[in-house]
């Protein structure tokens, strides 16, 4: 977390260096997605800069084509072609009713104001990481990740932990997470991708 502090210019306090090694460890059930959220922490991904200095090709430019330096933040965060994808994930928690700062130590890092709730996080870090996979994806394409690749990944995920939830007799915990989330992911896509998909409540069984 502390080689985090100068990419974000941020000093972060020993309760938040904290918060993000419990993220890693609480942020799913699921290897898979704990596994992007461990490689995020620990900054495991290439990115230009560092495949510049691997091959010293001098070209450390962001693979999407912006041409700015393609630093970690910049691929995560503040490239031109991915912030539109975060400004949806905003949109949708004011949706939610959830008051988050623009700061991308929360969806890259968990690490959340002391004034948020903590009955909120679980449902915002499905978000985030959901967007992180998406942004994966496409790191070497000239385009931004759509919102409608980061709802299906979210409904893939909203869908395994439905069924870990039924296998562990959880379904309330599931219920509370996930009803208010659901119902605006199914206000924001059509009938024919609800089809397509096979995206219907399985909270509320329609």
Not at 52 to 65: L, V
Request: charged residues 25%; positive net charge; proline residues 5%.
């Amino acid at each position: 977390v502390k080689k985090w502090d100068i990419e974000l210019n941020q000093e972060f306090t020993t309760e938040e260096s904290q918060m993000a090694e419990k993220h890693l460890k609480k942020c799913s059930k699921s290897l898979v997605i704990r596994e992007m959220q461990i490689k995020m922490t620990l900054r495991f991904h290439l990115t230009p800069i560092r495949m510049a200095k691997i091959k010293t090709s001098g070209d450390n430019t962001c693979w999407r084509g912006c041409g700015e330096r393609g630093t970690l933040l910049h691929c995560w965060w503040d490239c031109k072609l991915v912030q539109p994808l975060w400004k949806s994930i905003w949109r949708f928690l004011r949706k939610l009713e959830i008051d988050l700062p623009e700061d991308p130590a929360i969806p890259l890092l968990g690490i959340y104001p002391k004034d948020a709730p903590p009955c909120h996080r679980g449902t915002c870090s499905t978000m985030f990481i959901a967007a992180l996979f998406v942004i994966a994806r496409s790191w070497k394409q000239p385009r931004c990740p759509t919102t409608e690749e980061w709802i299906q990944k979210m409904w893939f995920i909203y869908t395994m932990e439905y069924y870990s939830a039924i296998k562990n007799e959880d379904i309330l915990s599931f219920a509370g997470k996930w009803m208010e989330l659901e119902n605006i992911i199914l206000s924001e896509v059509t009938q024919t991708q609800k089809d397509m998909h096979g995206m219907y409540s399985l909270i509320s069984g329609y």
